[in-house]
């Protein structure tokens, strides 16, 4: 039997209120598209499968993850950051395969203090091994209202957007370079609220402020548009997909360039201590 979720402040049903209140473009229905598989009530399903929300109390946070899994894609989701004092908070969304040699491609949403900026950190990982973070600052306040965010993922790359601004690729060099690239598992799409005040703002060096609890995020217009696998999987290819051969443009590029070059806190292709026998090979290819 689920245990009863704990009582939930005001602010908490006013921001429900408000995020009911806004109207929604065309996109997927979370009734249809996801589960909601941890958190005991604290995630819901609102506005007949156009809103889910996520909370996350002193006892749990909560969690979905998409029914079908894919092997290639374009994942896009409009996503609403916990407000306020959101210090040790993680909002994740992320595509991952399962077992110990699994593939993943994250967006984790840092929570901060009052005021300061989110860190958006991304990273990813083949055949079980990630150690590939990039971590930015986003120029628009993500709490004040949803944003697009946005992964690219076909045989030639993985692609971040944010609101249709890449800004991070993963190229396939794994003919090249021999680095391993995600090709051939399948995976989920999942998200999730919890709890991760012994890393998450600056090192765990600000805790969670539990007296602003219940904390929460908004979810609407999930579109994944990928080549589903499994045995509800329908016979035809994708192959005819416009994201397949998507590449990125010189106006894409120079956009990427300016959010690097902006943005960007943490790249792991520029640590040399952490890396003192030499940089990753992905990191010297142009």
Known sequence: ????VSPLSPSFFSLLLILISTSFAAAGNFNNDVDIIWGDG???IVNNGQLLTLSLDKSSGSGFQSKNQFLFGRIDMQIKLVSGNSAGTVTAYYLSSQGAAHDEID???LGNLTGDPYIVHTNVYTQGKGNREMQFYLWFDPTKDFHTYSILWNPSHIVFYVDGTPIREFKNLAATKGVPYPNNQAMRLYSSLWDAEDWATRGGLVKTDWNQA???A????????GCVQGP???SSSCGSKAWMNQALDAE????MKWVQSNYMVYNYCSDVKRFP???PPECSAK
């Open 232 to 234: 509800l999987a329908s």
């Open 1 to 4: 039997m689920a245990s009863s």
């Open 277 to 279: 026998q030499g940089l």
């Open 214 to 216: 219940p904390f929460m």
């Open 42 to 44: 604290r995630g819901k």
């Open 107 to 109: 967006f984790e949403f």
């Open 218 to 225: 908004g979810f609407r217009n999930l579109n994944a548009d």
């Open 252 to 255: 894409s590029l120079k956009k």
